[in-house]
């Protein structure tokens, strides 16, 4: 697909535009998301390792959406459904703990 000729492949875009033609690793071919041929610390050179990265990202993401969809929903629920929550802003939330008492989990 002609969309993502400037994503994937060696004509990939990079981190650099046309001054890192020749600062591109070998190991980075550009046949995964996000390779813009920068990668200063190495982390890619070992294929094993670069396997684990990929699938450590993978999970974080994961853990990061549901956590935004925990963040929202006390929200949401409160203002639209008329849910009853002790502080349904997810920041307000988290900066009881240092009022006068403390958060009682109790």
């Known amino acids: 697909d002609d969309n993502r000729a400037g994503c994937y492949g060696p004509e990939r875009n990079k981190w650099l535009g046309p001054l890192s033609d020749n600062a591109t690793p070998d190991y980075l071919t550009g046949e995964y998301p996000g390779d813009y041929g920068w990668d200063t610390a190495g982390l890619a050179a070992d294929p094993t390792t670069f396997a684990a990265y990929r699938e450590a990202e993978l999970i974080h993401a994961r853990w990061a959406m549901l956590g935004t969809l925990g963040c929202l929903t006390p929200e949401l629920l409160a203002k639209y459904a008329g849910v009853q929550f002790g502080e ?10 240092f009022s006068e008492g403390g958060l009682d989990y109790l």
């Open 88 to 97: 349904p802003v997810w920041f307000k939330a988290g900066a009881q703990i």
